[in-house]
């Protein structure tokens, strides 16, 4: 019934940028906060940036300044503007939806959201 799908994934060099998209059909980002997760081999998944119904903003210390999300509530799209890659950003990147208007005080656990897309590969080369 709900599908959430990524997209954007690739390969990019050290410093480079890459914007990644997330649609849902099924569900209206109305309503919803949205969140960008990601996971490396062998490590936990864990929260990048969060965006609430209203807009407000939450992002992990090691992305601040660097990545921006933003959303579309009439396109049910979200976005993630990634700038000035490095290589530890190299992971799978997973768009989520949760329900209620606001992000979660612990936004970054992905215990917290509800519905998830099954990910695009990030790989940054130094």
């Known amino acids: 019934q709900v599908q959430v799908m990524e997209s954007g994934g690739g390969l990019v060099q050290a410093g480079g940028s890459l914007r990644l998209s997330c649609t849902a059909s099924?569900?209206?980002?109305?309503?919803?906060?949205m969140g960008w997760f990601r996971q490396a081999p062998g490590q936990e998944r864990e929260g990048v940036s969060c965006?609430?119904?209203?807009?407000?903003?939450a992002y992990a210390d090691s992305v601040k300044g660097r990545f921006t999300i933003s959303k579309d509530n009439a396109q049910n799209t979200l976005y993630l503007q990634m700038n000035s890659l490095k290589p530890e950003d190299t992971a799978m990147y997973y768009c989520?939806?949760?329900?209620?208007?606001?992000?979660?005080?612990?936004?970054?656990?992905?215990?917290?959201?509800?519905?998830w897309g099954k990910g695009t590969l990030v790989t940054i080369s130094s």
């Open positions: 989520a939806a949760g329900r209620g208007l606001y992000c979660s005080r612990s936004w970054w656990r992905a215990d917290g959201m509800d519905y």
């Open positions: 099924g569900l209206t980002f109305d309503g919803h906060h």
């Open positions: 965006i609430s119904h209203y807009g407000d903003t």
